[in-house]
């Protein structure tokens, strides 16, 4: 009420409408309380994980830029960035949008594919035998034959293509596309180690993938990988440093020492070459790598997957681990942090929670951080999955698996395969809400997904052009389901109480990216190939790992 002006009584007309609207109001509270309560009541569905591997294969689908082949699955998805590095003078078509967006960010493509390509160098028989095989195989070389493309000279890598601002600005479909596909490169006198090492990661461990099926071309990506980890080791620095239009979108917080060392661990799994493997030793220090006890793995920070690929070679046995095995033991300690602390079984805080363990949502869900969550759940079943298998396939002088050795107990391969079974769970529908977040996935799960091309009607169904502010005004705000599901895409997905607003505004919990999805490919294979040889002690596993650090939660960060 303005100040020194009386305020008259409500018409009889308006206290019957508030009246109406609160009544109203009560009645969507009622409602919205008895379904909540359903949803309580609710036997979470059976987890089918042999589905959500085929789903997880097909979003990469729906990312794909370029011109597309005529074995396409994704029927609403049409040719894109045909034109990507016209004018620079270099072809650029292909690749992957990383999420719901249209640039091509080179950082997290690679470690899309990396994480690809290494589920299906540990789980490639579990991925066979589900029939997804060539499936996984065209995923990575989607990846693959584009970084081979932008390598176009030994120390000259294409980072991105096109801008995030002006890109943001428009709600279009791929196929519409109006905004900027300026290109922008690293070059000795502007290096990006942290992009050169990932993507030599990626091309070295896809060189594994195909060295049976396509010799030649995994000679090729090999090749690639070499020159590319040599580019980023001679001219050091970060490519946000060098390139200010990615600093909104994928710094590098991290740096690029543990890409640097990531590379090279891979880069030696891909050669044998030992030299490799000493460059990982003799800079453990310096890089970070037996300094960083960490949390979280992502797309950015690389350190507990070097270190849990340091400790394979120990575990394992490798003849050329023997005369580093000081400094391989501190990577391991570190590696087994990581996993500990996902166990909830770190030292530190009341019953083990604190910021040496990673926390836990009331339903059990791994959290790290608001945005975007799940990224962080999927690279952490990842890790733990391939821990489990580390253990249970090493030698050991007593016959028994090996145990991973935490402050507050020690985990067998069960317990930490049961983890990453949990949060696999999790992710397609058992958890509070009964709502699977993988799109596409069960009987609930988002619908109003923030993707451009998911959210307006498909190309080939409309034809039509649809212009830069007219998606927003038609598509953005319309409140109905997407037109098109995005089947596989793994959403943010919900918050440290476990709470989720499907809203396609809502990009912190709606948004997809691949790298979310990436590590479940590997996770889903092994867990549907072990779907029906489940062993009475893995189910004692599972039980400890979901009730480990969770008798009481931290407090959310």
Same mark, same amino acid.
């Given at each position: 009420?303005?100040?020194?002006?009386?305020?008259?009584?409500?018409?009889?007309?308006?206290?019957?409408?508030?009246?109406?609207?609160?009544?109203?109001?009560?009645l969507?509270?009622?409602?919205?309380?008895?379904?909540a309560?359903?949803?309580?009541?609710?036997?979470?569905?059976?987890?089918?994980?042999?589905?959500?591997?085929?789903? *997880?294969?097909l979003?990469?689908?729906?990312? %794909?830029?370029?011109?597309?082949?005529?074995?396409?699955?994704?029927?609403? %998805?049409? !040719?894109?960035?045909?034109?990507?590095?016209?004018?620079?003078?270099?072809?650029?078509?292909?690749?992957?949008?990383?999420?719901?967006?249209?640039?091509?960010f080179?950082?997290?493509? =690679?470690?899309?594919?990396?994480?690809?390509?290494?589920?299906?160098?540990?789980?490639?028989e579990?991925?066979?035998?589900?029939?997804?095989?060539?499936?996984?195989?065209?995923?990575?070389?989607?990846?693959?034959?584009?970084?081979?493309?932008?390598?176009?000279?030994?120390?000259?890598?294409?980072?991105?293509v096109?801008?995030?601002?002006?890109?943001?600005?428009?709600?279009? %479909?791929p196929?519409?596309?109006?905004?900027?596909?300026? =290109?922008?490169?690293?070059?000795?006198?502007?290096?990006?180690?942290?992009?050169?090492?990932?993507?030599?990661?990626?091309?070295?461990?896809?060189?594994?993938?195909?060295?049976?099926? /396509?010799? !030649?071309? *995994?000679?090729?990506?090999?090749?690639?990988?070499?020159?590319?980890?040599?580019?980023?080791?001679?001219?050091?620095?970060?490519?946000?440093?060098?390139?200010?239009?990615?600093? *909104?979108?994928?710094?590098?917080? *991290?740096?690029?020492?543990?890409?640097?060392?990531w590379?090279?661990?891979?880069?030696h799994?891909?050669?044998?070459?030992?030299?490799?493997?000493?460059?990982a030793?003799?800079?453990?220090?310096d890089?970070?790598?037996?300094?960083?006890?960490?949390?979280?793995f992502?797309?950015?920070?690389?350190?507990?997957?070097?270190?849990?690929?340091?400790?394979k070679?120990?575990?394992?046995?490798?003849?050329?681990?023997?005369?580093?095995?000081?400094?391989?033991?501190?990577?391991?300690?570190?590696?087994? !942090?990581?996993?500990?602390?996902?166990?909830?079984?770190?030292?530190?805080?009341?019953?083990? /929670?604190?910021?040496?363990?990673?926390? &836990?949502?009331?339903?059990?869900? +791994?959290?790290?951080?608001?945005?975007? /969550?799940?990224?962080?759940?999927?690279?952490?079943?990842?890790?733990?999955?391939?821990?489990?298998?580390?253990?249970?396939?090493?030698?050991?002088?007593?016959?028994?698996?090996?145990?991973?050795?935490?402050?507050?107990?020690?985990?067998?391969?069960?317990?930490?395969?049961?983890?990453? &079974?949990?949060?696999a769970?999790?992710?397609?529908?058992?958890?509070p +809400?009964?709502?699977?977040?993988?799109?596409?996935?069960?009987?609930?799960?988002?619908?109003?997904?923030?993707?451009?091309?998911?959210?307006?009607?498909a190309?080939?169904?409309?034809? %039509?052009?649809?212009?830069?502010?007219?998606?927003?005004?038609?598509?953005?705000?319309?409140?109905?389901?997407?037109?098109?599901?995005?089947?596989?895409?793994?959403?943010?997905?919900?918050?440290?109480?476990?709470?989720?607003?499907d809203?396609?505004?809502?990009?912190?919990?709606?948004?997809?990216?691949?790298? /979310?999805?990436?590590?479940?490919?590997?996770?889903?294979?092994? +867990?549907?190939?072990?779907?029906?040889?489940?062993?009475?002690?893995?189910?004692?596993?599972?039980? &400890?790992?979901?009730?480990?650090?969770?008798?009481?939660?931290?407090e959310? &960060?």
């Amino acid at each position: 009420m303005s100040r020194g002006r009386a305020r008259r009584p409500a018409p009889a007309g308006s206290v019957r409408a508030a009246a109406l609207q609160a009544l109203l109001l009560l009645l969507l509270l009622v409602a919205a309380a008895a379904a909540a309560a359903r949803i309580e009541e609710e036997e979470p569905e059976d987890v089918d994980y042999g589905a959500a591997l085929s789903k *997880s294969l097909l979003y990469f689908e729906a990312q %794909r830029s370029g011109r597309l082949p005529h074995n396409q699955r994704v029927p609403w %998805r049409g !040719h894109s960035g045909l034109t990507d590095g016209l004018q620079q003078g270099v072809d650029l078509v292909g690749g992957y949008y990383d999420a719901g967006d249209h640039v091509k960010f080179g950082l997290p493509m =690679a470690f899309t594919v990396t994480m690809l390509s290494w589920g299906a160098i540990e789980f490639g028989e579990d991925v066979a035998a589900a029939g997804e095989w060539g499936h996984a195989l065209e995923a990575i070389k989607w990846g693959t034959d584009y970084f081979v493309k932008a390598h176009t000279e030994p120390f000259v890598y294409w980072a991105e293509v096109g801008d995030g601002d002006t890109d943001h600005y428009c709600w279009q %479909r791929p196929e519409d596309m109006t905004t900027s596909r300026q =290109a922008y490169r690293i070059d000795p006198d502007n290096p990006g180690s942290d992009l050169a090492g990932e993507t030599a990661a990626a091309l070295a461990a896809a060189s594994i993938v195909f060295r049976r099926s /396509n010799p !030649h071309y *995994s000679h090729l990506l090999l090749h690639h990988a070499q020159q590319l980890f040599e580019f980023g080791d001679r001219y050091q620095g970060t490519y946000d440093s060098s390139i200010a239009e990615v600093r *909104s979108y994928y710094a590098s917080v *991290s740096g690029y020492r543990d890409e640097l060392l990531w590379a090279a661990l891979w880069l030696h799994r891909a050669t044998g070459r030992e030299d490799y493997l000493r460059y990982a030793v003799d800079r453990a220090e310096d890089f970070g790598g037996v300094g960083w006890a960490m949390t979280e793995f992502s797309w950015d920070v690389k350190y507990a997957g070097v270190q849990v690929l340091a400790a394979k070679l120990l575990l394992e046995g490798d003849p050329q681990a023997a005369p580093h095995r000081a400094v391989l033991e501190q990577y391991k300690a570190k590696a087994e !942090h990581y996993l500990c602390a996902c166990l909830g079984l770190n030292a530190g805080g009341v019953n083990g /929670n604190g910021s040496d363990n990673v926390d &836990r949502s009331p339903g059990g869900m +791994l959290y790290v951080r608001q945005w975007n /969550n799940l990224q962080y759940v999927s690279s952490a079943a990842f890790l733990l999955t391939a821990y489990s298998h580390y253990l249970s396939s090493s030698p050991s002088s007593s016959g028994q698996p090996l145990l991973l050795q935490c402050p507050r107990g020690a985990a067998g391969p069960g317990d930490l395969l049961a983890l990453a &079974r949990s949060q696999a769970d999790y992710i397609l529908g058992r958890n509070p +809400l009964r709502l699977s977040y993988m799109v596409g996935y069960g009987r609930r799960f988002p619908v109003r997904v923030h993707h451009r091309g998911a959210s307006i009607v498909a190309h080939k169904a409309n034809s %039509r052009f649809i212009g830069c502010m007219q998606g927003f005004d038609d598509w953005f705000g319309r409140g109905r389901a997407n037109p098109n599901v995005l089947a596989g895409a793994i959403v943010g997905g919900p918050n440290c109480r476990d709470e989720f607003r499907d809203d396609r505004g809502n990009y912190m919990q709606t948004e997809a990216c691949t790298y /979310n999805t990436a590590p479940m490919v590997g996770v889903f294979a092994r +867990l549907h190939r072990l779907a029906t040889e489940v062993a009475p002690e893995e189910e004692e596993g599972c039980r &400890r790992g979901m009730t480990t650090a969770g008798d009481e939660q931290a407090e959310c &960060r």
